[in-house]
């Protein structure tokens, strides 16, 4: 009797898509982001990782990045074999790079952050989130914020 062994998928699979520079552009990112790890098996702590970084990225890309007539770009690369997904989203505004978020230095310092403010918090949620993150330059304007993340499941 003939058994079917299991096949994983292509050891190496991406993903790339131009999005509107609209809300609508950013949430479609995150939806887009789901259904491909889903279709790669990626590993699930990874995948939920993956959406909230890919949220983050794609929303700063529309509120920062945005350029009149210009999309955005979201690209993912994962490689099976190492555990390890790229994220990438590239936007048309070079001049206005990501900041790293400033480490809190406590109470009484005068560099601590209102934990009620309503906005600024992207990066520190993708700090938290992802092995590394980067911003490169995308000439001739632009630029491509990565974010690496990998999962220890896959390794095993």
Do not use: I
């Not at 050891?11 to 259904?35: D, E, K, W, Y």
């Not at 890309?61 to 979201?74: K, Q, T």
């Not at 790293?100 to 952050?113: K, L, N």
């Amino acid at each position: 009797m003939k058994r079917a062994t299991p096949q994983a998928g292509p050891a190496l699979a991406a993903f790339t898509q131009l999005l509107s520079s609209t809300r609508r552009g950013a949430r479609l990112a995150r939806l887009l982001t789901v259904a491909e790890l889903l279709s790669w098996e990626v590993p699930q702590d990874l995948a939920e990782r993956a959406e909230l970084v890919v949220a983050e990225l794609a929303a700063n890309a529309v509120l920062h990045g945005h350029v009149p007539g210009r999309c955005f770009r979201l690209a993912l690369t994962y490689d099976r074999a190492a555990g390890r997904l790229l994220v990438e989203v590239t936007d048309a505004r070079g001049e206005s790079k990501p900041r790293p978020p400033a480490p809190d230095a406590g109470p009484g310092s005068g560099t601590e952050t209102d934990p009620l403010r309503t906005g600024g918090h992207g990066l520190a949620l993708v700090t938290a989130l992802a092995d590394h993150w980067d911003c490169v330059p995308r000439p001739p304007g632009g630029k491509t914020v990565r974010a690496v993340l990998t999962s220890p499941a896959a390794g095993a």
